[in-house]
């Protein structure tokens, strides 16, 4: 027989630092999720990731206490920002030009984010990295 659903949610998680602290523990226990259940399973999962990556994390949990999660690759905002050696994005982005990314860079982050990205082929995704890029105020050369 099949778990019955209970319902999804949404974190965002820094890879291989889940622990039971707020917000992940109050999130999860409101729920009646197993706490340490969870970030012993993320922590493994996201062993082979940068530590400290933003991991967006869809967590569907059942009716029996039990949880299945898909992690997704971090934002394309959090690769743009390593990749041009920035803090933040410009606080006026059509205004302003905060960094740079050559497209070999842009290509790159594409590729790692091309499960998670609504395209086709790679070059859509690049189409996608470069939108982002230039509403953070970093110019592409």
């Known amino acids: 027989m099949a778990k019955k659903l209970v319902g999804s949610m949404k974190l965002q998680v820094p890879a291989g630092q889940a622990n039971p602290s707020p917000p992940v523990g109050p999130a999860l ?29 869809v967590i569907t949990y059942y009716q029996d206490k039990s949880f299945t999660m898909d992690i ?20 006026t982005p059509s205004r302003e030009i905060v960094g740079s990314v050559t497209a070999a860079q842009v290509k790159e982050i594409a590729e790692a984010k091309m499960k998670d990205l609504n395209a086709n082929d790679i070059e859509g995704a690049m189409q996608i ?8 105020g970093i110019e592409v050369k």
């Open 29 to 57: 226990g409101q729920r009646g999720i197993n706490i340490m259940e969870f970030c012993k399973a993320f922590n493994a999962k996201t062993a082979d990731m940068e530590p400290g990556a933003p991991c967006p994390t």
């Open 72 to 91: 997704k690759t971090p934002p394309a905002s959090f690769y743009l920002k390593k990749a041009a050696k920035l803090k933040s994005g410009a606080k």
């Open 129 to 136: 990295i470069l939108g982002s890029a230039r509403s953070m």
